[in-house]
């Protein structure tokens, strides 16, 4: 018997050593991976709140090595991540550093000439969560143009996509391209901050050659489940949140709430104009300050409990809804077309389509961008 005890005991030690090796090394923690190029340069950090090593940020920890960080830029919802979506977002002078905090949400988009003037080397570190209109791979593109145009090399720490374990909707039509739709690729890409970058400059969607380099994750596949430590955007404040944003976000074109000012941004969704047992009222309150249907009792659909993470975007809550709405002419707003991408998704749905139906109207699309996605997977 103490035996079999001593042996149990070696194998879980094992184990737990095994999973130590295992874990996920996020690149901007690999800093002797990059802290030679930024020796005795002026640095420009693109960054925010989930821009950290550990418990540390970033600025603090270049900082304390002696790096002569000179400005911040910061993306939608700003350097500390707390601004509503689509707010925006002022420069600003940051009260610990002294650092100035340039917006990439506010009058410009992507850094001005002279904002990059006295800038040596860019270091981009923000985490994603692996859908198109979600914006932070559009800041990237912008970053990227910036940087070729002023002659800066960029290096970009990469992070682990929480939805990078699939690939899913319609591509993007050129008609329709937007902030929230920068590049023709689908709805969920299926890729890291890094290798998106790579395809920004293979794909030659950005003017000039951005002198690139990737600081890889150890460990890392795009099977693994990886909940982030940090909530990237003021309604996305869990692991389920982050798993049904790709199906839900596209309710924010229509008179569906997905819950923005409630304690469960994007795990329900409702509206006044429905019926169901379960309901939710959305209130003004930081990170979603005009929230749809404030004040007023939304009947609808709780999915905080789902017992299953999706693999696939799920249409069929949007068809549902749809079909349910009295007034089907006001369910959709001008905003869903740049969401989903193209006019085709919303004219299926109201031409009564199921979501089988739907989905293969994009499958030789799909097929398509995953051959080309794969020249620039690192994992």
């Not at 005991?9 to 095994?18: E, R, Y």
């Not at 601004?83 to 002078?93: H, L, P, Q, S």
């Not at 299953?308 to 709405?325: D, G, K, P, S, V």
């Amino acid at each position: 018997m103490a035996k079999i005890k001593q042996i149990i005991c070696i194998s879980l030690v094992l184990l737990f050593f095994d999973a130590q090796a295992q874990k996920i090394v996020v690149g901007a923690e690999r800093t002797d991976s990059y802290l030679t190029y930024l020796k005795d340069k002026k640095v420009g950090i693109v960054g925010n709140q989930t821009s950290m090593i550990k418990n540390t940020h970033l600025v603090d920890s270049l900082l304390s090595l002696g790096i002569d960080i000179v400005k911040v830029f910061s993306p939608e919802h700003g350097f500390r991540g707390n601004a509503d979506a689509g707010e925006k977002v002022k420069n600003i002078i940051d009260s610990k550093t002294g650092i100035p905090i340039i917006s990439l949400y506010g009058k410009n988009r992507r850094p001005q000439k002279k904002q990059l003037e006295e800038i040596d080397v860019l270091l981009f570190d923000i985490q994603d969560v692996g859908a198109r209109f979600y914006t932070y791979i559009s800041t990237l593109h912008y970053v990227m143009e910036a940087a070729a145009e002023s002659g800066i090399p960029l290096i970009v720490l990469d992070r682990p996509n929480p939805n990078g374990h699939y690939v899913d909707g319609p591509i993007r039509g050129e008609k329709f391209k937007s902030f929230v739709g920068m590049h023709p690729i689908p709805i969920v890409h299926g890729m890291t901050m890094g290798e998106y970058a790579k395809m920004i400059t293979g794909e030659k969607w950005i003017a000039g050659n951005c002198d690139l380099t990737i600081i890889e994750m150890e460990n890392y596949t795009h099977d693994m489940s990886y909940d982030l430590p940090i909530k990237p955007s003021p309604n996305l404040p869990n692991a389920r949140a982050v798993n049904l944003y790709p199906s839900l976000c596209l309710f924010e074109g229509t008179n569906i709430s997905v819950g923005r000012g409630t304690e469960y941004p994007f795990q329900h969704f409702g509206s006044p104009y429905l019926e169901s047992n379960y309901s939710f009222t959305p209130k003004s309150g930081d990170g979603s300050k005009q929230p749809k249907h404030e004040n007023m009792l939304c009947f609808g659909t709780d999915l905080r409990f789902q017992e299953n993470y999706l693999t696939a975007i799920n249409l069929n809550w949007l068809i549902a809804t749809y079909n349910e709405c009295e007034k089907k002419d006001k369910f959709f707003n001008s905003f869903f077309d740049k969401l989903a991408g193209n006019d085709k998704l919303r004219l299926l749905i109201i031409d009564g389509k199921t979501a089988k139906e739907i989905k293969a109207t994009w499958e030789n699309d799909l097929t398509n961008f995953k051959k080309i996605r794969k020249k620039y997977l690192i994992y």
